[in-house]
């Protein structure tokens, strides 16, 4: 157990539509990062957040966002959903500063139907 | 812009025999690198990583992996298989602390009995 939790395991929802996923990080873990996986892109880092702002972003979509709240935990937020966001989507955290490894979630497998 | 390339996106060897899997990097900066593992349904573990200290790391699980400037490598190694080795893995770097992560595409290793 890596101690940062993601849910719901597994999302199910129609085009168009709007989810949000949810990210407990380790305790006193600072910094949480997001990935995209799916089989033809691999693992996309989407954004980083340490200590409620936004650090860093990669190949994340408009109709993504995400944000990191006061307690650490995180949200991302997909709207407009589409076929080809069907993937699945993992947290992660560390402590942002000194570590180096990041600590992975079990991911949250998202199908759009 | 960091990049990072693991030969054969698939690996199958004996169980018994050595397991090696490859990972190259690019990085303008000397980086940090990692071997996460990926079992089916899971999040990402954390094999072992390189941080500058000793070029041969050793991690979990009996996998080695030598970090090798001159050819940008950083493949990843154990003398032995064993069934439950079967699963994804993928090199990953970052160049400092605190940064996003950048993954390769991965490589699923079989292990045949």
């Known amino acids: 157990d890596s101690g940062v939790t993601q849910t719901p395991k597994h999302l199910i929802t129609a085009t168009g539509q709007r989810v949000t996923l949810r990210c407990s990080p380790r305790?006193?873990?600072?910094?949480v990062y997001w990935y995209q996986q799916s089989l033809d892109q691999g693992l996309q880092f989407l954004i980083q957040?340490?200590?409620?702002?936004?650090?860093a972003k990669g190949n994340i979509l408009e109709r993504f966002s995400a944000q990191q709240f006061p307690d650490l935990h995180s949200e991302l937020n997909l709207s407009s959903l589409e076929l080809g966001d069907s993937a699945l989507y993992f947290c992660?955290?560390?402590?942002?500063?000194?570590?180096?490894?990041?600590?992975f979630g079990q991911g949250t497998r998202l199908t759009v139907v | 812009a960091q990049s990072v390339t693991q030969l054969g996106s698939h690996v199958s060897v004996s169980e018994g025999a050595l397991v090696l899997l490859r990972c190259n990097y690019s990085?303008?900066?000397?980086?940090?690198l990692f071997w996460y593992v990926q079992y089916p349904n899971q999040g990402l573990q954390l094999l072992l990583k390189?941080?500058?200290?000793?070029?041969l790391v050793k991690g979990i699980n009996g996998f080695e992996a030598e970090f090798k400037k001159s050819e940008t490598s950083f493949h990843l190694t154990k003398p032995s298989a064993h069934m439950s080795d079967a699963a994804e893995y993928f090199c990953?770097?970052?160049?400092?602390?605190?940064?996003?992560?950048?993954f390769g595409p991965g490589t699923r290793l079989s292990v045949l009995p």
């Open positions: 957040y340490y200590n409620g702002e936004e650090r």
């Open positions: 305790s006193g873990d600072l910094s």
């Open positions: 990953a770097v970052s160049r400092n602390y605190g940064q996003n992560f950048v």
């Open positions: 992660a955290s560390n402590g942002g500063q000194m570590d180096t490894e990041a600590f």
């Open positions: 990085s303008s900066v000397p980086p940090y």
């Open positions: 390189y941080t500058s200290a000793a070029t």
